[in-house]
């Protein structure tokens, strides 16, 4: 989820199988065949042989009962395979929670020591937990989006698209968030935005959108996943026409460069002179014209913290002034737009994005649906963005004029869709890097970017 610089805040992120073991139940009989026959005991012999044919009806009946359980399918790690759409709980498919880890970058230069420092290495333990559910949220994404990006095609609706990636993290996490406080367990750390063309952000579709996606459109998907409030947020875009592959090169570079260049102690000036190096020098040809490929100079990446998707910190996509370091602990989204446009976007169309304000006013509430309605926003999201979809999931109505008052007041903070100008093109990645005191980890790196 992208910010805006403080400024302009107010103008406008092969197989194995699983063995079946079956116990032995009830009494298996042996039959002892013998060659030598005693007259006297014709009688006795003709019970066991009753007996035995019993016995072996029996035990035909038991064996006909025990039919073998289907065999799960085994990756080569041992874990059961994710199904298509996802519905198997990450939790499940890896035993005692040791989720793959992202990738993991060692510090160099004045921070090299980190990475043998028994100090750092024991501050590295101490954050296990924190980790872990990094990781576990981490490969929700990866698994949810992967699905999404074999799935998704043009002809769908944006609802239909947004949904079924809603429904596998859901499903995956464990949280379907129907009942109170279960997505603040987990869930969705950010709502599905499907921002499209000259739209670069914040834009998911509210009940009643028909939009179709369609094959020349530029799709932004930006989604979060969190697990305790440890929020991955990552994006990427899709495209159904080579002719804009090469905006898609440019901002993806334009990421990486970002990924590369951040570090403990690193001024957010270097990154964000590193990034726009790297954006800008791609041009792409689109209707017969040669277009430079320009960073959104308003839009920055930012640092997460717990329960909220922007802390206090802005990670720029342009070279500037900005002094401020990055620190060991902390956790940032490193996220660039680029646009082929004006490189500059505004607020335009409808509202679908808010979230509840970490430092809200105490204030009075004179609409009794704002009141009923920051109640369950409270219970349900706590500070996690949400949309208005979320609400409708929840069964809330003709809540609009109560959710405006709320925004109204200070209590909620709206973020309208973010575009460039009409006819342009905007593109999106994304990734979420943890400082860690012996390696920077980007824990949302996959094989698709």
């Not at 019993?54 to 025990?66: P, V, Y």
């Not at 395979?81 to 990450?90: G, Y």
């Not at 043998?116 to 024991?122: A, C, G, I």
């Not at 335009?348 to 994005?353: G, I």
Request: with cysteine; charged share 25%; net charge negative.
């Amino acid at each position: 989820m992208p910010t805006l610089p403080a400024n302009q805040a107010g103008a406008v992120s092969g197989r194995q199988h699983a063995a079946v073991s079956v116990p032995t139940n009830g009494t298996t009989s042996q039959i002892e065949e013998s060659n030598a026959h005693d007259p006297s005991d014709d009688e006795k012999e003709e019970e066991e042989a009753a007996l035995g044919s019993e016995n072996r009806n029996n035990a035909g009946k038991r064996k006909k009962r025990r039919k073998p359980k289907k065999k799960k399918v085994l990756t080569t790690d041992g874990v059961t395979a994710q199904s298509s759409p996802p519905r198997v709980p990450i939790a499940s498919l890896f035993a005692g929670g040791l989720y793959p880890a992202g990738e993991e970058v060692e510090y160099h230069n004045d921070n090299a020591f980190r990475t043998t420092s028994e100090e750092k290495r024991h501050l590295d333990r101490m954050n296990s937990d924190y980790l872990t559910e990094y990781r576990h949220g981490a490969e929700v994404h990866r698994q949810v989006r992967q699905w999404a990006q074999k799935n998704i095609r043009p002809g769908q609706t944006l609802t239909e698209i947004a949904e079924g990636i809603e429904d596998g993290v859901r499903a995956l996490t464990g949280h379907q968030g129907l009942e109170e406080g279960d997505n603040i367990r987990g869930g969705m750390g950010f709502p599905t935005g499907l921002s499209l063309n000259h739209c670069a952000a914040h834009y998911t579709p509210n009940a009643g959108n028909k939009v179709v996606l369609q094959k020349e459109d530029v799709m932004k998907v930006d989604f979060g996943v969190h697990l305790n409030g440890r929020i991955v947020d990552s994006a990427f875009t899709m495209t159904f026409d080579p002719v804009y592959d090469n905006l898609l090169a440019a901002v993806k570079d334009a990421t990486n460069a970002g990924v590369r260049e951040a570090g403990i102690d690193v001024r957010m000036s270097d990154i964000g002179a590193a990034i726009q190096e790297a954006m800008e020098s791609y041009e792409v040809e689109i209707g017969g014209k040669t277009l430079p490929v320009k960073c959104i100079r308003n839009l920055n990446g930012h640092d997460i913290i717990q329960y909220s998707i922007h802390g206090s910190k802005s990670v720029p996509i342009v070279k500037g002034k900005d002094q401020t370091k990055m620190e060991e602990g902390e956790t940032f989204a490193i996220e660039t737009f680029g646009s082929t446009g004006n490189g500059y976007v505004r607020d335009d169309m409808e509202t679908s994005h808010y979230a509840k304000k970490a430092d809200a006013p105490n204030v009075p509430l004179r609409v009794s649906s704002a009141r009923s309605l920051l109640n369950s926003i409270s219970k349900n999201f706590g500070t996690l963005p949400f949309c208005r979809r979320y609400l409708d999931r929840l069964g809330h109505e003709k809540y609009l004029l109560g959710l405006n008052n709320l925004v109204s007041c200070g209590i909620v903070e709206a973020y309208p869709p973010l575009c460039d100008i009409k006819g342009s093109y905007t593109a999106q990645f994304e990734h979420t890097i943890l400082l860690r005191p012996t390696v920077k980890e980007v824990i949302s790196r996959g094989d698709d970017y």
